[in-house]
């Protein structure tokens, strides 16, 4: 089945800790996606990225990076610079071609807590 | 810039109800204009969406239909059941530079009891 996964689904960040959210689709997308959601606040864009190799930052990129190596692909790294890190975390993937091409998909979500 | 207001809730209806979600939104140009459905625990889900003034997009009973006159796409359904509580989010992606983004209410918990 195609889709987009997202792992681990809960992740535990200890004061001053880079972590490493996954994101993977096998959906042939060539945008990805990173967006945070706290409660009351809908989702807020982080980083994106068009194609292999090239990513633009969001509305709320510091404290993350990101890296796109691979079409499928898209990890968030939520580096110590980001203070207040606690948020469900959502990956999304859309195609730039065709009649789908605005739709964005999602993934189940990483839930990020901090110890 | 682009942005996106709909009813924030939370709701709370009985079975067989009838809902509405008002959305309306703010941008330059025909944006493309989108529901999304979050179950508890869950990601997104698209619910429906429409691409132009006066398309009607509709699925599991749930409508909105793209008023440009108004730039509203309030999301409707005739009855509601207990599966359909969830969050549901209004969104648009517009067409000016920067427009690979999508721009997202708040989000709407709604809560149907039997």
């Known amino acids: 089945d195609g889709g987009i996964t997202q792992s681990p689904k809960y992740l535990f960040r200890k004061e001053g800790q880079n972590v490493t959210l996954s994101c993977e689709q096998n959906l042939n997308h060539d945008a990805m996606y990173w967006y945070r959601q706290d409660p009351g606040q809908g989702l807020r864009l982080i980083y994106y990225s068009q194609i292999v190799n090239d990513f633009q930052k969001g509305d709320i990129a510091e404290g993350y990076s990101v890296s796109r190596e691979k079409k499928e692909s898209f990890p968030l790294t939520v580096t110590s610079a980001q203070k207040n890190p606690t948020a469900f975390y959502l990956c999304?993937?859309?195609?730039?071609?065709?009649?789908?091409?605005?739709?964005?998909?999602f993934g189940p979500g990483t839930r990020l807590l901090v110890l | 810039g682009d942005s996106v207001t709909q009813m924030e809730g939370p709701v709370t209806l009985s079975e067989e109800a009838f809902l509405t979600i008002n959305c309306t939104y703010t941008?330059?140009?025909?944006?493309?204009l989108f529901w999304y459905v979050q179950y508890p625990g869950e990601g997104l889900q698209l619910l429906l969406k429409a691409t132009k003034a006066d398309d009607k997009g509709s699925n599991k009973g749930f409508e909105a239909t793209y008023r440009k006159e108004t730039t509203s796409f309030h999301l409707e359904k005739g009855s509601v059941q207990v599966s359909d509580s969830a969050v549901y989010f209004c969104?648009?992606?517009?067409?000016?530079?920067?427009?690979?983004?999508?721009?997202f209410g708040k989000g709407m918990k709604l809560t149907v009891n039997p």
């Open positions: 999304a993937s859309s195609s730039n071609t065709g009649q789908s091409r605005e739709t964005q998909y």
């Open positions: 969104a648009l992606r517009g067409t000016q530079g920067g427009s690979e983004k999508l721009v």
């Open positions: 941008a330059t140009g025909y944006p493309s």
